[in-house]
T-cell receptor, first 113, second 115 residues
């Protein structure tokens, strides 16, 4: 079983739709949950991070963590063609010097004008 | 630019060649990382440096050789690569190694093709 599972897509939705991107993870000890966005021919950029359970909102983006289900989500409201990218989830134990991020394989998102 | 610059952007090399990838960060970060990104696979951590000292070598074949002469520069020396080494090689940095939980800053990567 992979530590982090993420549907590779592609996920294609019309402009203006609400997008839901998801990851599941296997280790209940993970404490930090991150979403990165990667445009074509670019490196990943940190979009949002969340500590422990709950929601975090930043503009049109909402990150949600459900530790009981080991499920993390990224919602995008009023999606725009500029949101077309690959979205990577990553998790981390966040203790001591355990710096390693465990990554999902990424979901390719296409927003159709 | 993100503050992490990688060169070259594209590299095609034969299996017997020797080449180097370069990474430079202008963020004052103390930790730097090399990642390999292959299609539809999670990022693979290759090497980690903290204050110019290597702290991680994730069972990477010896045909990949990292070098970190100072906290701003990171190199990946390549020799006698295999076609399966073709991938996007990403450099990243973070403020401190323990701050990885709060996110890395990535460069745009070097697209490597081994022929």
């Amino acid at each position: 079983q992979k530590e982090v599972e993420q549907d590779p897509g592609p996920l294609s939705v019309p402009e203006g739709a609400i997008v839901s991107l998801n990851c599941t993870y296997s280790n209940s000890a993970f404490q930090y949950f991150m979403w990165y966005r990667q445009y074509s021919r670019k490196g990943p950029e940190l979009l949002m991070y969340t500590y422990s359970s709950g929601n975090k909102e930043d503009g049109r983006f909402t990150a949600q963590v459900d530790k009981s289900s080991k499920y993390i989500s990224l919602f995008i409201r009023d999606s725009q063609p500029s949101d077309s990218a690959t979205y990577l989830c990553a998790v981390n134990l966040g203790r001591g010097s355990n710096y390693q991020l465990i990554w999902g394989a990424g979901t390719k998102l296409i927003i159709k004008p | 630019e993100t503050g992490v610059t990688q060169t070259p952007r594209h590299l095609v090399m034969g299996m017997t060649n020797k080449k180097s990838l370069k990474c430079e960060q202008h963020l004052g970060h103390n930790a730097m990382y090399w990642y390999k990104q292959s299609a539809k696979k999670p990022l693979e951590l290759m090497f980690v440096y903290s204050l110019e000292e290597r702290v991680e070598n994730n069972s990477v074949p010896s045909r990949f050789s990292p070098e970190c002469p100072n906290s701003s520069h990171l190199f990946l020396h390549l020799h006698t690569l295999q076609p399966e080494d073709s991938a996007l090689y990403l450099c990243a940095s973070s403020q401190e190694i323990s701050y990885g939980a709060y996110g890395y800053t990535f460069g745009s990567g070097t697209r490597l093709t081994v022929v």
